[in-house]
C-alpha cells in the first residue's frame, strides 16, 4: 500500500511536469510553404501557407490560409505571425521555400536566409525556388485540381507527380552546399504563378549568393541534362524541311578538366544519349537512322555548348566543373584559385554520341 | 478403529457404512457411494464375500485382489475414504480397496488451440486419461510420470511427466522441489500451479506453456521438457519455455517451412502492433506530427478535426470500450457474446466516430490493436500482452516517441532477463532441438 | 557464440561513428583526418585482435578474475574502479548527447531534464541486469535494425544526391599528417572489443573466430560514415553541422515511405543504440564497482541494496545533474579531453591484458 502511493505520487509528479511538448495535431497548424519577400517597411514580408484539415479530401478542396508579416528578421516576423492564428506553427512540414523575385534580385540569398538552415524543424529536404511575381503571390495560388493543399506545388517537385524536364528541383540543404561549395554556383528553379496554376520552366543562377542569370525554359532543360543527366529531355530538330520532335531514353554526360602543360585548359564533355522520336511530321523509319543520330547529336551540341559558354561568359559555373577540377588535381587549398583564373580561357568540347532507338509505334 | 473419525464422515449423507454378514462371519464397508463405483464393490468384495467361509480364506480373497491393501492398525482412513477408497473391516483388521467411480474423462475437441489440419482432440479432464494419451502418443520406457498432491485441502492428484533421457536433472529436481513446496489450500487449475510455483508475486509474461493439446504436450516432451498435468483440468502445463513457443502455432508444424516461417513473422509483426499501436498514436498525434507526410498527417488532423479532447482520452475511451467488448463476450454465456460483440463493434465504433468522441483513424487503430492481438496462439500471453500497451501509452503521453521506444526497449530488456527454469527466455536464437524438424538451432 | 562479441564490436562501432566521432573528424577533414582515419583503422583493428587473441587465454574470465590472479589489491580495486568509471562516462556521454539529439529534433518543446530523466531512468533500470541478458538485447535490438541501418547506408551512397566530386577533393588531403585528436576520435569506434572485459565471463567454452571481419566491418562501416556526410553535405560545408549524421539523414528521402523524411527512421534506430550503449556500459561499470568492493549488498538504514542499484542509481544521478548543466559546446571540449585519456587507458589496457596472456601461457607451459 505504501509502496503504491509513492509509486502513485512519483508518476503524478512527473506527469505534472513532463508533458509540456504534447500539443495535438488539431491544435497545431501545418505550414506548407513559407515565402519570403521584401517588405514595405521592413525587410523582410514572410507569408506562411497554412493548412487547414478537413475530414473530406476532393479535388480542388484544399483548404489553407495565407498569413503575411513584415519584420526585421524572418524569426521574428514569424514570432509576430503567431499572434494572428489561434494554434501553434509546426514547421515540420514546410516542404517549399519561396524567395520572391524582388527579394532576389535585391538581396544576397544567404545569409539572409540563415533562418531555414539553422532550424531544426525546417527540413533539409524542402524545395527552394525563386517566386514571380513575388512569394506572397505563389503561395495563395490555388490550383484547381489540389487535393490537399501545397500539393500541387510540392508533388512537381519531388517528381512524385508530374516529371517535368523544366524543373530543376533544389533542396535546401543543396543549396547550402553550393553557397558554400568553392567551385559551384548555386541555381534556383523559377515558379510563376498563374490564377490557377504554377508554371515552373526555368531556373535562375546564381553567382555566390547574388542573382545572376536567367536561363530560358529551352536552356534549362539543357542545364537540367549537363548537370543532372537527366534523361527525359525533348528536342526538335528539322529533318528534310519537317520538324521532327526526339525525346530522351537515356542520357549519359561525363566530362574531364584538361590542362596541357602550355596550351589552353579544355573541357572535355562526353554525352551519351538515346532517343526515339515522338512526333514527326514525315515518315523517318525509312530514312537512314545513322543520319537522324548525327543530326540530333548535332542539335544537341550546338545547344549544349551554347549554354556553356554563357555561363563562361557571365562568370558562373551551376554545373560544378570548378569543384571537379578541385577533385581531380592534387594542389590542395590552391586549386581554386587557380580555376578561377583558368575558367575565363577554357576551351569546350563536347563529344556527342546518339543512338536512335525507335520511330514509336507507326513508321 | 477409529471410531471418532467414522462419525465425523457420518455427517454427509453420501458415506455409507454397512455391515455385511453371509452367515459365517460379518465385515463392515465404509465408503462413499459418491466416489466409489458399486459395480467394483460387487465385484471385489460382495461377491466373494458370500463365497468364502472363513474369515482368513477372505483375507485372502482381500489380498490377492488388485489395487487392495492392508491398513495399519490405527491409521485415518479418512484420507483414504476421500480419495475413492472402500475400507473394509474384518476382525478389527482393515483393507482398503481402490474402486474410483471415473470423473469426467471424456475426451473433448481442441477449441481453445484449434488447428486446421491437425489433430482436432483435446486432452480430458480426468488425469489418467490424459496420461493414457500421453502414453499412447508417446510410448517410450523413458517416459516418468511422477505423482503428486497438491493443496492441502484439494489433495489433486497431479504427475509430473518428463522423457528421463532427454529433460535437464536439474530442471527435474527444480520443478520437484518447487511441487512439494506448494503451500495452498486448493489447487483447481494448471495456471494456479504456475501461479503457485513462480517465485515472485509480480508475475507479467508467463514462463510456463499452458495447453490442451496432446501434440503440442508430446513435441515438448520430446524436446526435454517437463509437463505437470492436473486432475480436473483438460490443461497441461510445460515448461521450461521460451517466448517462442507462445508464437507457435502447432500448426506450424503441420505446415510448410515458407509457410509456417511467414505465419510467425506476421504474429511477431502483430505482437509489435499490438503493443505500440496505441501509443504510437498518441505520439504521433500529440508530439510529432511531422514524422508521416504531409498529405496523412492532414486527413490524420481532418479526422481529429471534430475530437474535443486530447488524443490519449481518445485512445483511452476506445481502449476501454474494446476490453470491455473483449471480456464481456469471453465470459458471457456463448449465446449472449456474439450479440455483445455485434452491438459494440459495430454500432458503438460508428456511432462513436459520428458523435465527435473519437476520430476515425482511433477506430482502425482499436481494432487493428485487437485484431493484432488474437494473432498470440497462446492465451496466456496474448492476455500478458494486452496490457504491454497501457505503460507505453503513459510513456507516450509524457515523453513521446521517444518514450514508446524507451518502453519498448524496458520490455525487451524485461523479457530478456527471464529465465523459465534456467532456460533464457527470449532470445533470437533459441537454440533448441529440433523435434519437429522446423526449429533449429545450437543447443542451450 | 562468438557473434555476441561481434555484436558489442558492431554496436560501438554504429554509435560511434554517428555521434562526437564524425564531428571531430570533418573538423580537421582538411588536416590529416583521412591518414588518421586510415591509421585510426589499423590500430583499431590490431588492438582488437590482439586483445581478443589474448582474452581467449582466460575462458569464461572477466578482467576481474584476471586482475584477482595477477595483482594485488591495491592495484586491482583502484583500476576496476577506474576503469568502471570509464565505461561509465562513454555510456553517460553517448545519453547526454542523445538526449540532446532528441531534444532538438523530436521533442524540441519537452523539458530537457524531463528527457533526461527519461533516459537516465531507463539507464539506471538497464545497468542492473544480468550481462548474459545485456547480451540477448544487444542480439536482438541489433539483428532488428540491421535491415533498417543497411538500408539507410545504402541509400546514402546510391543517394543521386551525393555528390562524388565533393568528395574526391579530399583526396589531397589525404597525405596530411595525421593528428591526435583526429586519430583518437578515429579509434573510437573500434573500442567495443573492450567489453570483453566483463563479457568474457560468458563466452565459458569459445575462442572467437572470423576475427578478419573485424578489420573488414569497421572499415565499411567508418568509410561510409565519414564519406558520405562529405557527399551529401559538400566538403566545403560539412565542417558547419554540429548534429552530422542527423543533418546527412535528413538529405535523404523515401520517396514511396510511409514516413518520407530518412531521419525519423534514422532517429529511431538511434534511440534504440543508444539505449543499448548505456545499458551495456553502465552495465560493465555496475558489475566492476560490486567486484570492486567485494560485497553484493550494501546496508543502508537497515535495509539491503544491492551494490549494483546503488552504483546505478549513483551514475544516472551524475548523468542527470552533468546532462543538465552542460551544452553542445561544453560538451564537444570534454569529449576532445576525454578522448585522449581514453587512448591512452585502452593502450595501457591491452598492453596488460597481453602480458596477463603472456603469463598464463607461460604457466600453462610449466604446468
Not at chain 1, 561549395?181 to 541555381?187: A, H, Q, S
Not at chain 2, 483440468?233 to 503441420?254: G, N
Amino acid at each position: 500500500m505504501h509502496r503504491a502511493a509513492k509509486t502513485l505520487a512519483i508518476l503524478g509528479m512527473a506527469l505534472a511536469f513532463a508533458g509540456c511538448g504534447f500539443k495535438d495535431l488539431d491544435k497545431r497548424f501545418f505550414v506548407i510553404a513559407v515565402g519570403i519577400d521584401e517588405g514595405k517597411t521592413a525587410p523582410y514580408k514572410v507569408s506562411l501557407k497554412l493548412a487547414i484539415p478537413s475530414p473530406k479530401t476532393e479535388p480542388g478542396e484544399a483548404k489553407f490560409q495565407v498569413i503575411t508579416q513584415e519584420a526585421e528578421t524572418i524569426a521574428e516576423a514569424v514570432r509576430l505571425a503567431k499572434s494572428k492564428v489561434d494554434k501553434e506553427f509546426d514547421f515540420g512540414h514546410a516542404q517549399l521555400i519561396v524567395i520572391g523575385k524582388a527579394f532576389s534580385d535585391d538581396h544576397e540569398l544567404g545569409h539572409s536566409l540563415d533562418w531555414f538552415f539553422r532550424r531544426r524543424d525546417i527540413q533539409m529536404i524542402s524545395y527552394m525556388g525563386i517566386g514571380v511575381p513575388d512569394a506572397e503571390a505563389v503561395i495563395k495560388t490555388k490550383p484547381l485540381s489540389e487535393r490537399l493543399p501545397g500539393n500541387g506545388l510540392i508533388l512537381p517537385f519531388s517528381k512524385e507527380g508530374t516529371e517535368s524536364p523544366y524543373l530543376v528541383p533544389v533542396h535546401l540543404f543543396d543549396y547550402y552546399r553550393m553557397w558554400k561549395y568553392k567551385g559551384k554556383d548555386p541555381f534556383l528553379p523559377v515558379i510563376k504563378s498563374e490564377p490557377e496554376t504554377f508554371i515552373i520552366e526555368n531556373v535562375v543562377i546564381l553567382k555566390g549568393t547574388k542573382k545572376k542569370l536567367e536561363l530560358s525554359p529551352d536552356e534549362t532543360s539543357i542545364f537540367n541534362q549537363l548537370a543532372r543527366s537527366y534523361p527525359r529531355f525533348a528536342m526538335k530538330a528539322q529533318v528534310q524541311n519537317k520538324w521532327v520532335t526526339f525525346t530522351g531514353t537515356r542520357l549519359k554526360v561525363s566530362y574531364k578538366i584538361l590542362t596541357p602543360a602550355g596550351g589552353t585548359p579544355e573541357v572535355r564533355f562526353r554525352v551519351s544519349a538515346e532517343v526515339e522520336s515522338e512526333d514527326a511530321q514525315r515518315p523517318l523509319f525509312d530514312l537512314s537512322w545513322t543520319q537522324l543520330e548525327r543530326l540530333v547529336a548535332a542539335e544537341m551540341k550546338d545547344q549544349m555548348l551554347a549554354l556553356l559558354r554563357k555561363f563562361q561568359q557571365n562568370g558562373v559555373d551551376p554545373i560544378g566543373l570548378g569543384l571537379h577540377y578541385r577533385a581531380t588535381r592534387h594542389q590542395g587549398d590552391a586549386e581554386y584559385g587557380k580555376w578561377q583564373e583558368i575558367y575565363p580561357e577554357v576551351r569546350f568540347s563536347m563529344h556527342v554520341q546518339v543512338r536512335f532507338k525507335g520511330t514509336g509505334v507507326i513508321k | 478403529m477409529d471410531q471418532k473419525a467414522v462419525e465425523y464422515l457420518q455427517r454427509s449423507h453420501d458415506f455409507r457404512k454397512e455391515t455385511l454378514d453371509n452367515g459365517r462371519f460379518k465385515i463392515e464397508l465404509l465408503y462413499f457411494t459418491t466416489l466409489c463405483k458399486p459395480d467394483i464393490i460387487q465385484k471385489e468384495i460382495a461377491h466373494p464375500f458370500l463365497l468364502t467361509d472363513t474369515p482368513e480364506a477372505f483375507e485372502t480373497v482381500l489380498s490377492s485382489a488388485l489395487f487392495c491393501k492392508s491398513m495399519e492398525e490405527d491409521a485415518d482412513p479418512t484420507e483414504s475414504l476421500l480419495e475413492g477408497f472402500v475400507v473394509i473391516v474384518l476382525n478389527g483388521k482393515r483393507f482398503k480397496l481402490r474402486a474410483p467411480k471415473p470423473g469426467n474423462d471424456k475426451i473433448g475437441e481442441a477449441v481453445i488451440e484449434t488447428t486446421l489440419q491437425g489433430p482436432q482432440s483435446a486432452l480430458s479432464e480426468d488425469i489418467d486419461t490424459n496420461l493414457m494419451i500421453l502414453r499412447r502418443r508417446y510410448p517410450s520406457a523413458d517416459l516418468v510420470a511422477e505423482s503428486f498432491k497438491l493443496g492441502k485441502v484439494s489433495q489433486t492428484q497431479s504427475y509430473l511427466v518428463y522423457d528421463r533421457s532427454k529433460a535437464v536433472p536439474q530442471v527435474i529436481d527444480d520443478i520437484r522441489g518447487k511441487l512439494q513446496r506448494i503451500d495452498a489450500d486448493v489447487v483447481a487449475s494448471a495456471g494456479q500451479v504456475e501461479a503457485l510455483i513462480t517465485g515472485t508475486k509480480y508475475r507479467w509474461i508467463p514462463i510456463m506453456t499452458i495447453s490442451e493439446r496432446p501434440d503440442r504436450a508430446i513435441f515438448n516432451l520430446a524436446q526435454g521438457k517437463f509437463l505437470i498435468v492436473l486432475d480436473g483440468t483438460p490443461f497441461v502445463l510445460i515448461a521450461p519455455a521460451v517466448f517462442f513457443d507462445f508464437v507457435s502455432a502447432m500448426d506450424d508444424v503441420y505446415q510448410s517451412f515458407v509457410v509456417t516461417r511467414s505465419l510467425v513473422m506476421l504474429r511477431y509483426l502483430g505482437i509489435f502492433v499490438t503493443m505500440t499501436l496505441p501509443a504510437l498514436y498518441v505520439a504521433v498525434v500529440s508530439y510529432n506530427p511531422e514524422i508521416f507526410r504531409v498529405q496523412f498527417a492532414l486527413s490524420l488532423a481532418g479526422s481529429r478535426a471534430a475530437v474535443p479532447y486530447p488524443s490519449f482520452v481518445e485512445v483511452f475511451i476506445m481502449l476501454f470500450l474494446i476490453e470491455a467488448l473483449l471480456e464481456a463476450s469471453l465470459r458471457l454465456p456463448r449465446y449472449i457474446g456474439s450479440t455483445a460483440t455485434t452491438v459494440g463493434g459495430l454500432i458503438l465504433g460508428q456511432a462513436a466516430q459520428q458523435a465527435g468522441l473519437v476520430s476515425s483513424v482511433m477506430i482502425i487503430v482499436t481494432s487493428a490493436v485487437a485484431i493484432s492481438n488474437f494473432l498470440i496462439p497462446i492465451t496466456a500471453m496474448s492476455f500478458a500482452l494486452r496490457i504491454a500497451k497501457y505503460p507505453l501509452i503513459v510513456l507516450a503521453i509524457m515523453f513521446g516517441l521517444t518514450g514508446v521506444v524507451c518502453g519498448m526497449f524496458a520490455v525487451t530488456l524485461y523479457a530478456c532477463s527471464l529465465k523459465s527454469f534456467g532456460v533464457p527466455y527470449f532470445r533470437m536464437f533459441i537454440g533448441e532441438p529440433a523435434v519437429s524438424g522446423y526449429k533449429e538451432g545450437d543447443p542451450y | 557464440m562468438s557473434r555476441y562479441f561481434y555484436y558489442l564490436f558492431w554496436l560501438s562501432l554504429l554509435i560511434n561513428t554517428i555521434f562526437f566521432v564524425p564531428r571531430l573528424l570533418m573538423n580537421e577533414r582538411f588536416n590529416g583526418s583521412i591518414m588518421s582515419v586510415a591509421l585510426g583503422i589499423v590500430y583499431g583493428s590490431v588492438c582488437a585482435i590482439i586483445f581478443v587473441l589474448s582474452m581467449n587465454q582466460f575462458p569464461g574470465e572477466g578482467l576481474p578474475e584476471i586482475l584477482k590472479r595477477y595483482v594485488p589489491d591495491w592495484i586491482r580495486v583502484p583500476s576496476l574502479l577506474f576503469l568502471g568509471g570509464m565505461f561509465a562516462i562513454a555510456g553517460s556521454l553517448i545519453l547526454i548527447a542523445f538526449s540532446m539529439v532528441t531534444l532538438r529534433f523530436l521533442s524540441p518543446e519537452t523539458n530537457p531534464a524531463v528527457m533526461l530523466l527519461c533516459y537516465c531512468g531507463l539507464g539506471c533500470f538497464a545497468a542492473c541486469f544480468r550481462p548474459s541478458a545485456i547480451l540477448n538485447i544487444n542480439e536482438i535490438v541489433l539483428l532488428v535494425n540491421f535491415p533498417f541501418i543497411f538500408y539507410i547506408m545504402y541509400k546514402s551512397v546510391t543517394s543521386r544526391d551525393i555528390d562524388w566530386d565533393s568528395i574526391q577533393v579530399l583526396s589531397d588531403y589525404a597525405l596530411k599528417p595525421p593528428n591526435l585528436i583526429a586519430f583518437a576520435a578515429a579509434t573510437y569506434p573500434f573500442t567495443g572489443y573492450l567489453k570483453l572485459v566483463l563479457y568474457n565471463r560468458i563466452f565459458k567454452k569459445l575462442k572467437i573466430k572470423h576475427l578478419w571481419l573485424i578489420p573488414l566491418t569497421g572499415l565499411l562501416v567508418m568509410l561510409s560514415s565519414f564519406l558520405s556526410p562529405v557527399g551529401l553535405l559538400g566538403v566545403d560545408s560539412v565542417g558547419e553541422y554540429l548534429y552530422t549524421w542527423i543533418s546527412t539523414a535528413d538529405t535523404l528521402r523515401m520517396q514511396f515511405g510511409f514516413i518520407q523524411r530518412v531521419v525519423f527512421l534514422f532517429l529511431f534506430i538511434y534511440i534504440g543504440f543508444s539505449l543499448l550503449y548505456i545499458t551495456t556500459c553502465w552495465n560493465i561499470y555496475v558489475n566492476f564497482v560490486t567486484d570492486a568492493i567485494g560485497k553484493t549488498t550494501i546496508t543502508v538504514k537497515s535495509r539491503k541494496i544491492p551494490v549494483q542499484v546503488l552504483a546505478s542509481l549513483a551514475i544516472s544521478v551524475i548523468t542527470l545533474v552533468s546532462g543538465f548543466r552542460t551544452s553542445d559546446k561544453g560538451m564537444l571540449d570534454f569529449v576532445i579531453g576525454w578522448q585522449y585519456i581514453r587512448l591512452a587507458t585502452e593502450a595501457l589496457l591491452v598492453i596488460s591484458v597481453v602480458w596477463f596472456a603472456l603469463l598464463r601461457r607461460r604457466q600453462k607451459r610449466h604446468a
